[in-house]
């Protein structure tokens, strides 16, 4: 008698019955539809800030400091050292998103091509080359220096010391 009650609720033998798993099934669509949406709405967001880096051979890239391209074991890291680094030319095209870059001799030590997330473009701009100064260095390594004019004095009180500051052209 009490098995025919069982089934006759739809239950099975281990309280599991059809109406449960369509329900659970039913259940697991909907999260699954969510998590699509979810996704579908993370990759819209993320693709309106994302931008097709396009380099060509010949073109000059900065290329990023990271641990991961392993410059910053190259380099002497610090606090204040730029994230890029360059400008350096590309020689060839690798494949879709790698680039061969011609690299200075004292990052010798790296592999010479690079993930196009690493690099970033170069504009030319006449204003980034620096003119050098005519510095006459004598025999004995020293430079001759110029006039120097004090421009002004100041004596800056601190709590136990006194410090001079000179202005000096």
């Known amino acids: 008698m009490q098995d025919s009650i069982v089934l006759a609720t739809g239950l ?29 709405r993370q990759k819209s967001y993320a ?13 000059h890239v900065f290329l990023r400091v990271t641990p991961t ?5 190259a380099l002497k890291s610090r606090k204040l050292t730029p ?11 690798i494949g879709p998103v790698a680039f061969e870059i011609a690299l200075p001799p004292h990052l010798a ?12 473009k170069y504009v030319a701009d006449p204003t980034h080359v620096l003119e050098q100064d005519d510095v006459q260095v004598r025999e004995d390594l020293t430079v001759g220096v110029g006039l120097v004019r004090i421009m002004g004095s100041q004596v800056k009180q601190l709590r136990g010391k006194e410090i001079q500051t000179v202005k000096a052209l």
């Not at 449960?20 to 979810?38: G, N, P, S």
């Not at 391209?69 to 074991?73: A, D, E, M, S, V």
């Not at 994230?83 to 020689?91: A, D, E, K, S, V």
């Not at 030590?109 to 970033?120: D, I, K």
């Open 12 to 40: 099975g033998v281990n309280g599991l019955g059809p109406k449960f798993l369509q329900q659970t099934t039913e259940k697991v669509k909907v999260i699954q539809d969510h998590m699509r949406a979810t996704r579908s």
């Open 83 to 93: 994230r890029f680094i360059g400008p350096y030319q590309i020689t060839r095209r």
């Open 47 to 59: 693709n309106k800030r994302r931008r097709p880096l396009v380099f060509g051979v010949g073109d």
């Open 69 to 73: 391209t392993g410059i910053r074991r």
């Open 109 to 120: 030590n790296l592999h010479n091509v690079f993930y196009v997330s690493q690099l970033r």
